[in-house]
Nanobody, 125 residues
């Protein structure tokens, strides 16, 4: 059974950094794409960062470009999201996700059916 365990969230001041981790169990990191989404209260879930497993190519939502870095360690079965220069508007629950049926980098959360439990990131001003 596919299972993700996320960690690394917390409270940080504006301008600070956090590193989120997403450990996979029940499968190896050999699906096509792995992604981070976030959801703030009262908003829809939005894609933040995506990585194509074949060549490690990253893709980012415009508001996080230059601040966030997605990476994966296939040997450890873990996906990461390094978040620097955090802003209050980055406050949200962050989720890792994948889907074995995807053969392209999808930004649409409805295309993903394997999700982590979410980790809260709160950035104070």
């Amino acid at each position: 059974q596919v299972h993700f365990v996320e960690s690394g969230g917390g409270l940080v001041q504006s301008g600070g950094s956090l590193r989120l981790s997403c450990a996979a169990s029940g499968f190896s990191l050999d699906y096509y794409v792995y992604s981070w989404f976030r959801q703030a209260p009262g908003t829809e879930r939005e894609g933040v960062a995506f990585i194509a497993n074949s060549d490690g190519s990253p893709y980012y939502e415009d508001s996080v470009k230059g601040r966030f870095t997605i990476s994966r360690d296939n040997a450890k079965g873990t996906l990461y999201l390094q978040m620097n220069s955090l802003k209050p508007e980055d406050t949200a629950v962050y989720y890792c996700a994948t889907d074995p049926r995807l053969r392209y980098v999808s930004f649409d959360p409805s295309d993903y059916h394997h999700w982590g439990q979410g980790t809260q990131v709160t950035v104070s001003s």
